[in-house]
């Protein structure tokens, strides 16, 4: 085995280079839920068959992340990125020629979703975590999410002009085209990877080792617990706002302004997790955005549908969407350093996305059966409180002021 060389990449650099691939492939992952009515009336696929074939995404986005970790972490991140957009590019591209639900599940439910996970944030800060001390490891996780939530801003209403301008299948080309803009920012990436001097302590074992030992953790399980909530949350409505706003007789405008507002909003959120998460226990971040949720969508449901209410909805959830992200990765970090924190966050996204499976798909079946998500959001309300609840028992040293 070759010995491993350290960095001398400026930490800078890295930060930007993997905001940029976040808000490339997030942006485009966030955006697909424009796609579900489009699909609906051009293949002729029920409701439910194409929310499944999402459904099945939202499982594979997660699945493929422990596993695109544990390579990343063995052999380099650069070469996962690349691969990844290569995937996301052929999904995308490939989809306007498949209208059979079968041909749709390998390319929005497999090939596209795939792509998408090796270029996810567990990946990317699980890179740039072994170059920065574990104290700013908070801020700059944040600040990659930020890319993130910038990517939904730009991507969704460009998606959606593009489908109102041309067609659904000139916005599905032109999303697999931008895919492969992450295989040049991956450059930066190639540099020798070894554990920060601060992680030293935590590096025992190997890769099955650590995994053996995380799965044994309450803490670690408690904070699988709660992203599962954060997965259905954020799976559901992305996949079904859409429709949400339909119902209420509003412009499907409406429902990619509100996606914009959701990723703008979550700008901010994503640096202020960052920032709050360097000062107080990630664990009461992560209870009180939870908690916050419950209370949003609560409010949402006693107000009145105009399109006022989803803009300020879209604006309230958005404040915490994805800033749940830097500090449960932060908390994996903390537990058990960053030598495999790109596979052991792998593993939390892949129980976050085991609930956007559901997400996804019960939101369809609920439209199928009901007309409407109203048990959707019933549901969401006690898994949020839920999930709120579960963050307070996890194992956090308090927070040294310097």
Not at 168 to 195: D, H, N, V, Y
Not at 240 to 248: D, I, K, N, T, W
Not at 331 to 357: D, E, N
Request: glycine share 12%.
């Amino acid at each position: 085995m070759k010995p491993i060389k350290k960095s001398r990449q400026s930490p800078w650099v890295l930060i930007l280079s993997a905001a940029a691939i976040l808000m490339i492939s997030m942006g485009i992952r966030q955006s697909t839920g424009l796609f579900v009515s489009p699909l609906v009336m051009s293949t002729g696929q029920s409701i439910v068959s194409i929310s499944f074939a999402f459904a099945i995404g939202q499982l594979v986005w997660g699945a493929v992340q422990p596993v695109f970790g544990a390579v990343a972490d063995k052999w380099g991140s650069a070469r996962v990125v690349v691969f990844g957009a290569v995937l996301l590019a052929a999904g995308m591209g490939l989809t306007p020629y498949v209208s059979s639900e079968w041909g749709l599940i390998a390319t929005v439910g497999v090939i596209s979703p795939a792509g998408a996970g090796a270029g996810s944030f567990a990946l990317l800060f699980g890179a740039i975590a072994r170059h920065i001390p574990e104290e700013r490891r908070a801020f700059a996780g944040g600040f990659i999410n930020a890319g993130s939530s910038f990517g939904q801003f730009l991507f969704a209403p460009l998606t959606q002009a593009l489908i109102g301008t041309f067609n659904w299948t000139t916005a599905m080309f032109s999303l697999a085209a931008a895919a492969l803009f992450t295989i040049p920012l991956a450059a930066p990436l190639r540099q020798g990877e070894e554990p920060h001097a601060s992680d030293q302590a935590h590096v025992s074992g190997g890769l099955f080792q650590q995994v053996t030992a995380a799965l044994r953790d309450r803490s670690y399980l408690c904070l699988h617990a709660g992203f599962f909530t954060c997965g259905f949350h954020v799976a559901f409505l992305v996949t079904h706002l859409p429709g949400e706003v339909a119902l209420s007789g509003h412009a499907a405008t409406v429902s990619a302004a509100s996606i914009g507002i959701i990723g703008l909003f979550n700008i901010a959120g994503s640096l202020c997790a960052g920032a709050l998460g360097s000062r107080y226990r990630m664990k009461y971040i992560l209870a009180v955005m939870y908690g916050s949720r419950a209370i949003m969508i609560g409010l949402y449901l006693l107000a009145p549908k105009t399109v006022l209410t989803f803009y300020v909805f879209a604006a309230s959830l958005g404040f915490t969407w994805l800033a749940t992200v830097p500090p449960t990765a932060g908390l994996v970090g903390k537990l058990f350093g960053a030598r495999y924190l790109s596979t052991l966050f792998g593993l939390t996204l892949l129980t976050h996305q085991i609930g956007g499976f559901l997400g996804a798909w019960l939101g369809g079946i609920a439209m199928a059966n009901d007309g409407n998500y109203m048990w959707m959001w019933y549901a969401d309300i006690v898994l949020a409180a839920a999930a709120a609840l579960v963050n307070l028992p996890i194992r956090e040293a308090k927070v040294i002021a310097k």
